[in-house]
């Protein structure tokens, strides 16, 4: 075989040079960057700074504003805006007010701890005493996973509106080229594979732009959730709030195009004796429970998934620090097998970030599938 002039074999061994090259530049750097970390991490260590649960649980949980990195005692942040109603007066600022939740600002501040940590509360004259007679306050803040969902979806819509006008200019007969090359099987994919396996063929128009949203908005966030750098790094969709807001569109989705033998399953299930239905609609009841069982599912399977692979990572990083807290020796020792970890769970997390966008998508099909059966079934 020969591709462009060349034996395959000879084109065969460059790709696997090239693979092996950039794994390898990749092994330095992360090595590199986490030797001479290791070593102020120890010093940290021993005055009582570091803490790796405080640094995994800072990571996956949402924020007022961006981190991104530390200079010494400096905080290089983005601050995010704050919007709060409180007692009927509206409250804007932006979160560097705060100073990285230390102080308090117009009688509020980030909760240190408590049930809620990492929220505003209304604080006393002092600064730091949550009021106990506080009343209601209706957060309409910016967070970190906010601002990210809004580069998100712009980044997105760029690239799917970019996608489609090459394809008005090109005309159907032309092959797709660039971004429209890579994004056509996905497409097709969502609507073949996904879409056209579970809802009947009839009905997948009236599904398929959903069922695409939903697999690229899942996708994207996923891959942009391991960048390590801004705008990436946020744990959008490992954000329970977040995944519940998905759940819910597909709950609401389901029920606006349920037909009739979709409520007649339920209500009175063909082929189930009729004991099971009455006096006590046991059926039924199960039926029901099944309902709103579906999206807390969706919910719990895409926030754990992320949120794992998150956890594992900096769990990896974090090896190198609290190991080099006990002698520089054996942090320098654990640094080289705990990066291969770290690159070998990226790698992972990649095919999980697209296995996931896929079991959520599919699962939303399925029940889509089962909200519009055939009569005659």
């Keep these: 075989m020969e591709v462009n002039g060349k034996p395959g074999n000879k084109l065969f061994r460059v790709c696997i040079y090239r693979v092996f090259s950039a794994l390898l530049v990749t092994f330095l750097i992360l090595f590199t960057t986490n030797v001479f970390a290791e070593a102020s991490a120890a010093e940290q260590k021993k005055k009582g700074e570091f803490d790796a649960g405080k640094v995994i649980i800072d990571h996956i949980l949402d924020a007022y504003d961006w981190h991104i990195a530390d200079y010494g005692d400096t905080h290089i942040t983005i601050p995010l805006p704050v919007i709060l109603l409180y007692e009927g007066k509206w409250h804007f600022f932006f979160s560097h007010k705060f100073h990285h939740g230390k102080d308090a600002y117009k009688g509020f501040r980030i909760a240190a701890d408590g049930p809620k940590k990492g929220r505003i509360i209304r604080v006393m004259d002092d600064g730091i005493t949550p009021d106990p007679n506080a009343s209601f306050i209706l957060d309409l803040s910016i967070t970190k996973n906010v601002f990210s969902i809004f580069i998100s979806v712009s980044l997105l819509c760029w690239l799917l509106i970019t996608v489609a006008r090459s394809y008005t200019h090109c005309g159907p007969r032309r092959a797709p080229r660039g971004l429209s090359a890579f994004l056509e099987p996905l497409i097709l994919f969502v609507r073949d594979d996904i879409a056209g396996s579970a809802i009947p063929k009839d009905k997948v128009d009236k599904f398929l732009p959903y069922l695409l949203s939903l697999?690229?908005?899942?996708?994207?966030?996923?891959?942009?959730?391991?960048?390590?750098?801004?705008?990436?790094?946020?744990?959008?969709?490992?954000?329970?709030?977040?995944?519940?807001?998905?759940?819910?569109?597909?709950?609401?989705?389901?029920?606006?195009?349920?037909?009739?033998?979709?409520?007649?399953?339920?209500?009175?299930?063909?082929?189930?004796?009729?004991?099971?239905?009455?006096?006590?609609?046991?059926?039924?009841?199960?039926?029901?429970?099944?309902?709103?069982?579906?999206?807390?599912?969706?919910?719990?399977?895409?926030?754990?998934?992320?949120?794992?692979?998150?956890?594992?990572?900096?769990?990896?990083?974090?090896?190198?620090?609290?190991?080099?807290?006990?002698?520089?020796?054996?942090?320098?020792?654990?640094?080289?097998?705990?990066?291969?970890?770290?690159?070998?769970?990226?790698?992972?997390?990649?095919?999980?970030?697209?296995?996931q966008a896929y079991v959520f998508t599919f699962f939303s099909a399925i029940f889509f599938g089962m909200a519009v059966p055939d009569e005659h079934h």
């Design 215 to 355: 697999f690229f908005f899942i996708f994207f966030n996923n891959l942009l959730g391991l960048v390590p750098f801004f705008p990436g790094g946020a744990n959008v969709t490992g954000s329970i709030s977040v995944t519940l807001t998905l759940s819910l569109f597909t709950f609401m989705t389901l029920h606006l195009f349920a037909n009739k033998e979709y409520w007649k399953h339920i209500f009175n299930t063909p082929g189930v004796p009729v004991w099971l239905k009455f006096p006590i609609p046991l059926m039924p009841i199960i039926e029901l429970v099944g309902i709103f069982v579906k999206p807390v599912v969706l919910t719990l399977r895409l926030f754990a998934n992320i949120t794992a692979g998150h956890m594992i990572i900096l769990g990896f990083v974090s090896l190198i620090f609290v190991l080099g807290a006990s002698g520089t020796a054996l942090g320098f020792a654990i640094s080289p097998l705990s990066v291969i970890f770290i690159i070998f769970m990226n790698f992972l997390e990649l095919l999980v970030a697209f296995i």
